[in-house]
């Protein structure tokens, strides 16, 4: 997430909203100067990693390490 944490909390709204209950959420904070942290801090169970902004690959491969889950989606 850089600098769209207006659209975070939707997202993560909508992740909660599946019916597969087993779901590993990781947010990135790519060094956005937004409040990243305060959305995620209102969704329980998501994980926030931040990094200095490294850009779009960069986050997503932190994601990519990140992740637990047999599945990954961006």
């Not at 597969?20 to 100067?33: E, F, I, N, Y």
Request: hydrophobic letters at 45%; one cysteine or more.
């Amino acid at each position: 997430c850089y600098r769209q944490a207006h659209f975070l909390g939707a997202a993560l709204a909508s992740v909660a909203e599946q019916t597969h209950r087993v779901l590993d959420v990781v947010v990135v904070d790519d060094g956005s100067p937004d409040d990243v942290a305060g959305v995620v801090a209102r969704h329980a169970g998501v994980r926030l990693v931040r990094q200095p902004n490294r850009g779009l690959a960069a986050a997503r491969n932190t994601g990519l390490r990140s992740a637990r889950g047999s599945y990954v989606t961006f």
